[in-house]
């Protein structure tokens, strides 16, 4: 079974500007969630999408939002980009029922200057 | 306020010798928690898991142990290898809500 992607993979960007990622989940999974991770506040929950609904979301601002499609890809968007913003952007997939184990893709290593 | 909390930043250990990562958490209503493995610039590996109704779980030289009275849980490695070298993330969730509360990391480093 062909694991979690995810692209790009390497992402530079300006101030301002906004900016898309993309996740194709694990084949079956329904459930895909989003996270973020940088040096000093370390892996944090975006939101998590599941039968293209957004079932939980993380406190993030509004300028983060997602989607998923029927086919259980999901797209993750940052709008006005902030420096900040530079991290490590994680999307992980899981079953989305029961006790639930999330496996996780690469990552998109986004650099906003 | 860290719900989930790897005090040891670092871990170093001889190659052969058992590696014993620690997580604390705070909040009970989490009934499953997950070790991830992780290196620089990629996402997360899982490793083995467990549920709040059990205390142990084991998968080849990884064991997890659960101690729900004190909220604690631990990630026993043994042997050993120099290729277990990286960051461990211990997670937590509560229901099969897709939300990982993950703490900050033990960097472990087997020498061989």
């Known amino acids: 079974k062909a694991g979690v992607t995810q692209t790009p993979r390497y992402l530079i960007k300006t101030r301002g500007q906004q900016v898309t990622l993309s996740c194709s989940p694990i084949s079956g999974h329904r459930s895909v969630s989003w996270y973020q991770q940088t040096p000093g506040q370390g892996l944090q929950f975006l939101f998590e999408y599941f039968s293209e609904t957004q079932r939980n979301k993380g406190n993030f601002p509004g300028r983060f939002s997602g989607r998923q499609f029927s086919n259980s890809r999901s797209e993750m968007n940052v709008s006005t980009l902030e420096l900040g913003d530079s991290a490590l952007y994680l999307c992980?997939?899981?079953?989305?029922?029961?006790?639930?184990?999330?496996?996780f893709g690469p990552g998109t290593r986004l650099t906003v200057l | 306020d860290q719900q989930v909390k790897q005090n040891s930043p670092s871990l170093s250990v001889q190659e052969g010798r058992i590696s014993i990562l620690n997580c604390d958490y705070t909040n009970s209503m989490f009934d499953y928690f997950l070790w991830y493995k992780k290196y620089p610039a990629e996402g997360p590996t899982f490793l083995i898991s467990i549920s709040s109704i059990k205390d142990k779980n084991e998968d080849g030289r990884f064991t997890v142990f659960l101690n729900k009275s004190a909220k604690h849980l631990s990630l026993h490695i043994v042997p050993s290898q120099p290729g277990d070298s990286a960051v461990y993330f211990c997670a937590a969730s509560e229901g099969s809500q897709g939300n990982l509360i993950f703490g900050k990391g033990t960097k472990l480093s087997v020498k061989p």
């Open positions: 992980a997939s899981s079953t989305g029922q029961g006790l639930d184990t999330q496996y």
